[in-house]
């Protein structure tokens, strides 16, 4: 009996499987502004902190989410194609990737924590809160790369619902343990960015062990068997083909905010903070388009696979109706609550003054975004990696990064937001030409054959 990524209609595939991710992921999304909002009422030297910790941690969410890519791509496609031996043996090289990483990063976290964090800043005491924040994050982010792994084997067979049970398990648990170590609650010590800190990690490996034992118990088209598993050359190679992209477009998304964070800078520390402060609002927003890509990679990896082209056709329009329906709202959203959003970070005159007219002029640039965003995933799951990656660069550096500091030391940082609209449209425009080109070259439903 074929998997229902081949079989069932594709409108209800793309919400059933979508749906469980997309909570999952804006309760996700949830925590990390509910963390800013809590330190941001703790002290604003530690939201400082935090957010100049911020991009490090996209950068271990960006490895462990891009190799997951390349594992899900190529899971998924064996699946497609009846390989369940070597599906098998991409889950568990899967596996042993997100361990070795979690060892990297804990090793860069206690070595460079602290000269990271001079770069930007030679205030004491938000030093020390964001080399404790970082240290504590970077020594068990294994949590999270296994974590992240054991989701993107659900994904791939087609389980997205006990996606939504790990991610919304783990981070509610960090939401209520954020206020008792921060705080100090129930006897507890206040111990401020650190305890932040605690309980995202908390949240991360409980998420972890949760999905270690719903995979072994409930996922049964994938067998993990250790003792017969030797790492193997070939299938690495395949799984950083594309995930190495993967993760270099997403760990451009943190260098882009490192450059901003140096680009806004000289106008005002405050100015960083907006900027982190939007980014982590827009993050709301783009974690439900994410949570449809998500479940969109798989259902066109196995198609690609099984050879069903007008199946990836009907996919590739549905999911860019959805994510522009989706960033529409977020546009909405933004555009008439700009003050009530800025006040969650208990914002005063001189934040409110920056940040209003930076979430209403960056927020037009969502739609276009997801364009890009949606195109981008359908280009990991038909194997053209490259072409996700150059617009990945288009969009957060080689355009954006220029833009913005051309724009910004001409007219003022008011004008450097304008930068991202820009930058989006050129990119969307982008994104929609290459899809039209290798729609001919690889899904064309004139051809009789799909081109290798």
């Keep these: 009996m074929e998997n229902k990524m081949g079989t069932m209609n594709m409108k209800k595939l793309i919400v059933t499987m979508s749906i469980p991710v997309m909570l999952s992921m804006l309760i996700q999304a949830l925590y990390n502004i509910v963390d800013s909002m809590f330190i941001a009422y703790y002290s604003q030297e530690g939201l400082t902190a935090v957010s100049l910790c911020y991009p490090v941690q996209m950068i271990i969410v960006a490895v462990a989410c891009g190799t997951g890519v390349g594992v899900n791509s190529l899971l998924s496609r064996f699946l497609g194609e009846n390989e369940k031996n070597k599906a098998n043996s991409v889950a568990m090289h899967g596996i042993f990737l997100a361990i070795c990483n979690g060892i990297v990063f804990a090793l860069l976290g ?38 992240i792994t054991y989701e993107r084997i659900m994904q791939s067979t087609g389980n997205t619902f006990y996606n939504m049970i790990i991610q919304g398990a783990g981070a509610l648990i960090n939401i209520v343990l954020d206020p008792i170590f921060i705080f100090g609650y129930f006897g507890m010590p206040a111990l401020g960015v650190t305890g932040a800190a605690i309980a995202t990690v908390n949240g991360q490996i409980i998420a972890m062990i949760m999905g270690i034992f719903i995979t072994q118990q409930k996922i049964k088209e994938i067998q993990l068997k250790i003792h017969k598993w030797r790492p193997q050359k070939t299938i690495l190679k395949q799984i950083y083909r594309v995930g190495f992209p993967a993760i270099l477009m997403q760990s451009i998304m943190s260098f882009m905010t490192v450059f901003m964070n140096v680009i806004l800078i000289p ?46 056709h009907e996919a590739i329009r549905f999911s860019l109706f959805l994510s522009t329906a989706i960033m529409l709202v977020g546009t909405v959203v933004f555009e008439l609550f700009p003050v009530e959003l800025l006040y969650l970070f208990d914002a005063k005159a001189n934040m409110l003054s920056i940040g209003i007219s930076a979430l209403r002029v960056i927020s037009i640039s969502l739609v276009f975004a997801g364009i890009s965003m949606v195109i981008c995933s359908i280009f990991q799951a038909i194997d053209q990696a490259n072409d996700s990656l150059l617009i990945a660069l288009l969009r957060q550096l080689i355009i954006l990064l220029p833009l913005t500091w051309t724009l910004g030391n001409i007219f003022g940082l008011n004008s450097c937001w304008w930068a991202f609209v820009i930058t989006e449209l050129i990119c969307a425009i982008i994104s929609l030409y290459r899809l039209k080109v290798i729609k001919k070259q690889k899904i064309s439903l004139d051809s009789s054959n799909r081109e290798s």
Excluded: W
């Excluded at 960083?272 to 449809?292: D, E, N, W």
């Design 110 to 147: 206690v070595l460079f924590a602290e000269k990271f964090l001079m770069f930007f800043s030679n205030n004491e005491q938000i030093i020390d809160m964001g080399v404790s924040y970082m240290k504590i994050c970077t020594l068990f982010s294994f949590g999270v790369f296994v974590q």
């Design 267 to 312: 106008f005002s520390t405050l100015a960083v903070t907006v900027f982190s402060i939007y980014y982590k609002l827009q993050q709301f927003i783009f974690m439900a388009v994410s949570g449809m890509i998500n479940a969109l990679i798989p259902i066109i990896a196995y198609n690609y696979g099984a050879n069903h082209k007008q199946r990836i």
